[in-house]
């Protein structure tokens, strides 16, 4: 399986010649080449997350591809047919597992409604939280992406999920808030943590691709 990492909170997984996209939002590029595309997965409905621009991307090319999301993106997403789960649900696309977690987004502040969220691991490899930092019980991850900078977020609490988590490799998303001085603090962070269990920070920049 290869991993392509997006700008901010958006994925790339490819298998066997099928593809699947995480979170596709207004902070990433707009996508092109989504042919032979299995599935979506949007973790919740924040327009970081996905557009209706995005997903049209990818149905122009496969009109009857799956969208997994919870139950606040199939209310936001009314032009588009979404298949809701839930934490604890599993299911198949394509060459690809998908292990759902969590439920909640982080709180931002107690004026902001919190919303639907949900963590996703894919092939038993690699695990993204959505907007929490819920860890997966009972998981051995291989890959972990961890949020560099949110306004849900501090550093001190990424540093601790990535210790909770324990991951054999980490690398940093949901960047695009952040100065370049920002990002290399927030990677330089996450490798730190990482390390202390034995694992590998991976520097990814948007566009770069790794294999699982």
Do not use: C
């Not at 990492?5 to 080449?33: I, Q, R, W």
């Not at 819920?134 to 890959?143: Q, S, Y």
């Not at 998303?173 to 590998?200: C, F, P, Y």
Request: hydrophobic share 45%; net charge negative; no cysteine.
């Amino acid at each position: 399986m290869r991993l392509t990492k997006f700008e901010h909170s958006a994925l790339l997984l490819e298998d066997s010649g099928k593809k699947l996209f995480v979170d596709p939002g207004n902070f990433t590029s707009p996508l092109t080449d989504t042919a032979n595309t299995v599935a979506v997965v949007i973790t919740h409905e924040h327009a970081d997350h996905w557009t209706p621009e995005q997903l049209k991307r990818i149905l122009d090319l496969n009109s009857d591809v799956p969208i997994f999301a919870p139950e606040g993106v199939a209310t936001a997403a009314t032009d588009f047919d979404v298949t809701v789960v839930h934490a604890g649900d599993s299911v198949e696309a394509g060459p690809f597992t998908l292990r759902f977690f969590g439920g909640t987004h982080a709180v931002i502040h107690e004026s902001i409604p919190v919303v639907d969220n949900l963590g996703v691991l894919i092939n038993d490899q690699l695990y993204y939280a959505g907007d929490s930092f819920v860890v997966p019980e009972g998981v051995e991850v291989d890959v972990l992406a961890a949020p560099a900078g949110a306004p849900w977020m501090k550093m001190a609490e990424t540093m601790d999920y990535v210790l909770a988590v324990k991951p054999k490799r980490s690398f940093a998303t949901h960047e695009m808030v952040l100065s370049r001085a920002g990002k290399d603090l927030a990677g330089s962070r996450i490798q730190w943590a990482t390390e202390q269990n034995g694992g590998e920070y991976l520097a990814l920049e948007p566009g770069d691709s790794i294999d699982l």
